[in-house]
């Protein structure tokens, strides 16, 4: 069963092209990973402040081994450092 994660940050003004740069090596790495089918950021339409990583994972095993990923344990805080907020985390399992 697939597991799809969007996760909605809000970052701050000054900060945008700091926090996609550090998305990039981000998603180059991630997609590397055992078990990612999808990962890729996206940029709210209305919002260009709003900045959403949107995953897909094979099963909740795969997610696991990515919250453990070196480059997700180096990366992710220094992005946090850039946002206004915290990050809003949904977690979904896919039913059809």
């Known amino acids: ?6 996760a909605k ?9 700091d926090y996609i740069g550090l998305s990039k090596e981000l998603v ?6 055992e078990g ?3 990962y890729g950021l996206y940029q709210d339409l ?3 402040l709003i900045l959403t990583m949107i995953e897909e994972w094979e099963d909740n095993n795969s997610l696991g081994r990515h919250f453990n990923s070196e480059h ?3 990366i992710v805080p220094l992005m946090a450092n850039l946002c206004e907020k915290e990050t809003e985390i949904n977690v979904y399992n ?3």
């Open 36 to 38: 990612c089918i999808e």
């Open 28 to 33: 180059k790495e991630t997609l590397k990973e």
């Open 46 to 48: 209305k919002n260009p």
């Open 1 to 6: 069963m697939t597991i799809k994660v969007v």
């Open 9 to 17: 940050h809000y970052v701050k003004p000054e900060k945008i092209e």
């Open 72 to 74: 997700f344990k180096e």
């Open 94 to 96: 896919k039913i059809v």
